[in-house]
């Protein structure tokens, strides 16, 4: 009977204030307790069920069409969610018919906003709208044009190569949703290419992740994206030669991007 | 040189030999995304067929990845030892399966062995094993590997205290330290993966473990598992570095990808052993692997994941490491789909490290993208141990809230020592009951004040 929640001498300095990993659960034998072991599995279910489903395109498009900056929709290769997390190559391409339609529009701006699903529908059924809200009006306001806005489904970050590209834009703002932690499921990340195409390695671009609520805040994120672009467009350079910029904004990255720390794995 | 084998009229050809090895592979995601896995079940066990009538000669005249070009290949065949080899030279890989499982090889037997396999033949021969076959055989061999515990005993299962934090704080590194002694982990290793990679903070983390190990005067290894050459940089500056970690993989060029190299490796072994802080004899090195690891770095050279993992374990023997564990679950399912291939590869990548004669861990673990939960990693707990695995890594509550993925939660060391009676490294065991934490039987017993009180009386650095 060691359940930490009876309270024993060594609860007066409490390890619960110091982390929010889940220490001092309390045991019955090598079982975990009751209520924590049912936690455990609720926000496992939470992130599965993140992944697995998909995004509401329709109410995202009626929030999205109020800026006015037209809506294109297009989707990559992966033809399912089964497909999408078994084959990361397939949803880095354009579907014909995708490529097809954004090569009618040709847009020349400077700049093109992409909302992809990714590995959280949660995160961009939460964030996208707000986080799209914000980092228009920076760029507005710094008289940057702006592409309309491509939704994209079964997307993985590369995927905005061939849409930067067919479309002619100078930067690419992917919103995409993160692969989900047990403690978030719906926290989105946005990546910064400058002259993306496709081809480009993820060593050239930047990437701002943790945006939720709880996490990082919208506006912080889109101040971030803001300063991004602005540095990008002085200097003609994204990724790690932005690095600085990177780790003002990225300090809660994971460790896909942080060196030698764990084996790489592309989520996204 | 083209293989084929022939099942009741039809004929199955294989265009050469890493052509018959991954058309051999038990089916898995990374090898069919890397579009070189079989088409379906009978051209694979087609393959295992040949595969099985293979020489074992056979891996010593045919490169999978030319020597000339990759130093891992090169690094193979320079330390291939013949006279070792002679005792399995005349077998096949299905004879060789057979010679394993025999009751006369034992410990002497797959010592002597060991250095005249190469990690092509071990790869192949795990590709036609059950995973009966791969805990029997892996459960013959003992590997151990000392610093201040004794690692990888028979009949012992060590483990690495895993208290990352996403920030790298220091009171949350601590407390979630604390949070793992408490529950008797940590003695292979307290080992932080550093969600920063600056000096100054790999400096801080060791130091603060260091302070914690020597304070409670805890008979284990701590270590910061930042890039080698921050570990260098490190050990330059004279900081508390036990153990120099990397992640390495099993060609040149995804060892390039994760900015490494044999040389750079021989450096930084060199140097953390001048730091003397262990017995002379000292293991000093920590490595990771996982299969899919040489595919993400588009460096598989078309390759089977599980042979370019095992050719890993080649660069890991170069050093004689302390800990080396494949993070199995870890690098997602486009590599390993769901919680039978994540438990198959755990099972083979121990298997096959334990043959080359490494003290094999495995992280055992999962993604939340993969098709797989704590139960599949229950069952692969309950196997490794059958297998005798060396350690595995323990977090609180099996998340991880740095690396954002689960692993074991120190609630099952605890399961491994009093249900699958495995207990510790003898000189933690010791120390366990010394300060109070376990009786004499290894059960956890009540709170130690001394152990739950050290955070109100610490001064962390940088905190």
Known sequence: MKDEREGTAAASFDLRQMTDARVRLGRFGAGVPTRAAQSFLLD??????AVWSEVNWASLRAALGELKLGIVEVESQAIDRATYVRRPDLGRKLSTEAAKRLAGMRSGADIVIIVADGLSANAIDANAVPLVRAIVERLLARRLSIAPLVLTSQARVALGDPIAETLRAQICIMVIGERPGLSAADSAGVYVTYSPQSGTPDSRRNCISNIRAGGLGIDNAADGVASLVADMLKTGISGVGLKNALETYCREAVADVAGGARLPHRAL | MPYKTTIEGTVFGFADLKDLMAKATPERSGDQLAGIAADGPVERLAA????ADLPLKTFLAEELIPADTDDVSRLIMDRHDPIAFAIVSSLTVGEFREWLLKPETGQRQLEAVAPGLTPEMVAAVS???RLQDLISVASKREVVTTFRSTIGLKGRLSTRNQPNHPTDDSYGIAASAIDGLLMGSGDAVIGVNPATDTVDDYVRIVSLLDDLRSRLSIPTQTCCLGHVTT????VMADAPVDLVFQSIAGSQKANEGFGVSLALLKEAHE?????HRGPADANLMYFETGQGAALSAEANFGVDQQTMEVRAYAVAREFSPLLIN?????????YLFNGKQIIRAGLEDHFCGKLLGLPMGVDVCYTNHADADQEDMDALLTLLCAAN???VITVPGSDDVMLNYQSLAHHDAVYCRETLKRPPAPEFERWLVEIGLTDRAGRLLEEVPRLANYMANARLPGA
């Open chain 2, 271 to 275: 140097a953390v052993r001048g730091l």
């Open chain 1, 44 to 49: 496992h279910a939470r992130a599965r069920q």
């Open chain 2, 127 to 129: 590709k036609i094993m």
């Open chain 2, 389 to 391: 695995v060396n350690f």
């Open chain 2, 326 to 334: 494949t993070v199995v679950g870890f690098i997602g399912p486009e």
């Open chain 2, 231 to 234: 570990a260098l940089k490190a």
């Open chain 2, 48 to 51: 295992q067929m040949a595969l």
